[in-house]
């Protein structure tokens, strides 16, 4: 059974940073591509990050590029996302999501419907 469980969210003012991580079982978490969503009220789902488990890519929205990092620890099968100088537009649930299939991550921004699994998601909320 596929599991991800997110953690690392919490309330931060502008300019402050978190690290999210999602820990990964119940699959074959190597070679696998993993993203990051993320969904504020009234908004839809947006792919903010992904990582491809089994060596090197990774893909940032245009919105978050310079200030978040993806990241993995294969021995522990978790995949990070650090992310700096927030700001109150980064405010949303946040989540994992993989495809649960072998293979790199297709190219572009991540869409929800590629990814077959995903967490329960944890919430960032950036405000002053």
């Known amino acids: 059974q596929v599991q991800l469980v997110e953690s690392g969210g919490g309330s931060v003012q502008p300019g402050g940073s978190l690290r999210l991580s999602c820990a990964a079982s119940?699959?074959?978490?190597?070679?696998?591509?993993m993203a990051w969503f993320r969904q504020a009220p009234g908004k839809e789902r947006e792919g903010v990050a992904s990582?491809?488990?089994?060596?090197?890519?990774?893909y940032y929205a245009d919105s978050v590029k310079g200030r978040f990092t993806v990241s993995q620890d294969n021995a522990k099968n978790t995949v990070y996302l650090q992310m700096n100088s927030l700001k109150p537009e980064d405010t949303a649930m946040y989540y994992c999501?993989?495809?649960?299939?072998?293979?790199?991550?297709?190219?572009?921004?991540?869409?929800?419907?590629?990814?077959?699994?995903r967490g329960q998601g944890t919430q960032v909320t950036v405000s002053s």
């Open positions: 999501a993989t495809r649960g299939l072998w293979g790199p991550c297709p190219s572009g921004s991540p869409v929800p419907s590629e990814y077959n699994y």
């Open positions: 119940g699959y074959m978490y190597t070679s696998n591509c």
């Open positions: 990582i491809y488990t089994g060596g090197v890519g990774t």
